[in-house]
């Protein structure tokens, strides 16, 4: 499955279950999936994580994305 279909059914489930299921997505695949998420997805996941979470997520991503993310 494509990071973007990812990305699409998390933003259906309820906020638990997306931070749940997001938690159990390999690094990689995780970034990427971050990546395609809406602003408010990011920002309710990114609010639910620890500093180290939020900063290894920030770290990996494209410099492109990390920048969006602070606009």
């Known amino acids: 499955m494509e990071p973007a ?4 059914i998390l933003s259906e ?3 638990l ?3 749940f299921l997001f938690r159990l997505l390999p690094k990689d695949l995780a ?3 971050f990546e395609f998420m809406g602003g408010s997805d990011r920002e309710e996941l990114l609010s639910c994580f620890t500093d180290h979470e939020v900063a290894a997520i ?3 991503m494209s410099d492109d994305d990390r920048t969006a993310l602070f606009d």
């Open 31 to 33: 970034i990427e999936v």
């Open 17 to 19: 279950e997306r931070v």
């Open 13 to 15: 489930k309820p906020p």
């Open 58 to 60: 920030i770290e990996e």
């Open 5 to 8: 279909d990812i990305a699409d």
